[in-house]
């Protein structure tokens, strides 16, 4: 079972492989890991909230259920995650995506905020 603080801990290895596979032109997969960045995060939070998620693919719609939809977090997150989930997918099943490095340096400024969130709201999770 997955742990918060090792879910941040590869959120933070994820969030460096983006920007060297971004730093080498590799954007499509660039945005994948981005978007890992983000549902490592979204999952660390359901787990401190009692949802355990045992789908991977429930992870967006369980996060957006019951910690934006709530109120809890704010929509906003749960959009960047939404918007996150498209451009991988669109990396990873198109040839030509169009995906740029404006693209994904937006995303990763986004995976910045779900990682700051993380150590404000999660610093306190025992190991």
Known sequence: MNTIPALIAK???????????????????????????????????????GYAVADPGSVASAFALHLTATGYLPETFNRFLVEAARLRDRAEYQ?????TADDVSEQIDRAKAFLYLAREELSDTPK
């Open 11 to 49: 959120a933070e290895e994820s969030l460096r492989a983006t920007r060297l596979l971004a730093s080498e032109g590799f954007y499509d997969f660039a945005v994948g890991r981005v978007h890992a960045v983000m549902h490592y995060v979204a999952e660390a939070f359901l787990i401190r909230h």
């Open 95 to 99: 040839t030509d995506t169009g995906i």
